[in-house]
Nanobody
Framework: EVQLVESGGGLVQYGGSLRLSCAASGFTFSMFFMSWVRQAPGKGLEWVSTITNGGIADYADSVKGRFTISRDNAKNTLYLQMNSLTPEDTAVYYC?????????????RGQGTQVTVSS
């Protein structure tokens, strides 16, 4: 059974930083692309970033240059370093198994972690 457990969310001020983590289990983590997606209040799911099993990253335009996705295959853990946060980044952030894009959000996701950015 795929399990994805996110952590690291919280309340941060405008311009601040947070680092999200996702502990993965139930599958061979190192073999899969992994993604972060988010859902802002009252909005649909939005793809944020994907990293290949080899460490190549892709980002949504809205976070490019501010967010960095990374992974530690030895620890079965996915990360998202978020810098220069704005209130528009307020959302529940989900770790997801598989690749995503601006047109597709992977369905296998964790329970999410709340990120709130105050202005």
């Amino acid at each position: 059974e795929v399990q994805l457990v996110e952590s690291g969310g919280g309340l941060v001020q405008y311009g601040g930083s947070l680092r999200l983590s996702c502990a993965a289990s139930g599958f061979t983590f190192s073999m899969f692309f992994m993604s972060w997606v988010r859902q802002a209040p009252g909005k649909g799911l939005e793809w944020v970033s994907t990293i290949t099993n080899g460490g190549i990253a892709d980002y949504a335009d809205s976070v490019k240059g501010r967010f960095t996705i990374s992974r530690d295959n030895a620890k079965n853990t996915l990360y998202l370093q978020m810098n220069s946060l704005t209130p528009e980044d307020t959302a529940v952030y989900y770790c997801a198994k598989g690749a995503g894009s601006s047109r597709y959000v992977p369905s296998a996701r964790g329970q999410g972690t709340q990120v709130t950015v105050s202005s």
